[in-house]
C-alpha cells in the first residue's frame, strides 16, 4: 500500500482492508474512520490475540517448517541415490580401465620380449 489512503468507494475500501499485511496499513485504514472497516479492524484484532488463533498460527508455522523439511530430506535422499549409482558406474568403468591397462601391460612385456629376440637375433 502506499503512505496515504485514496479511497474511490466502499468495495475499494474493503479490498483495501483484505489486502493490509502490516499494523501500519491497518492504521492508515483506521484513520478514515469508516465504522465498517474500524469494527472489522477490531475484531480481526481481537481474533489475532485470541489462544486458539495464535494455536492454529502456531501449527500453520509448525506445517510450513515440516513440510520445508520433508522436501529438504527429499533432496538429500535424491541425491544420495543419485550419488551411489553415479558411483557404480564410475567403479564399473574404473575395472574397465584396469582390464585394459592389464592387457596393455601385457603387450608392453610381449613386445619387450620381441625386441629383445630381435635384438639378440641381430
Not at 475500501?13 to 474512520?33: D, I
Not at 558406474?89 to 592387457?103: F, G, N, P, Q, Y
Amino acid at each position: 500500500m502506499q503512505a496515504r489512503i485514496f479511497i474511490k468507494n466502499e468495495l475499494e475500501l474493503l479490498l483495501s482492508l483484505f489486502k493490509a499485511k502490516t499494523e501500519e496499513e491497518l492504521k492508515q485504514l483506521e484513520a478514515l474512520e469508516v465504522p465498517i472497516v474500524t469494527q472489522a479492524i477490531g475484531a480481526y484484532r481481537e481474533i489475532t490475540v485470541s489462544p486458539e488463533f495464535r494455536e492454529l498460527e502456531r501449527l500453520r508455522a509448525d506445517a510450513r517448517n515440516n513440510e520445508a523439511s520433508a522436501l529438504a530430506n527429499a533432496e538429500r535422499r535424491g541425491y544420495r541415490k543419485a550419488e551411489e549409482k553415479l558411483q557404480g558406474v564410475i567403479a564399473d568403468k574404473d575395472a574397465r580401465l584396469a582390464d585394459r591397462d592389464a592387457r596393455l601391460a601385457d603387450k608392453d612385456a610381449r613386445i619387450a620380449e620381441l625386441e629383445a629376440l630381435l635384438k639378440n637375433n641381430k
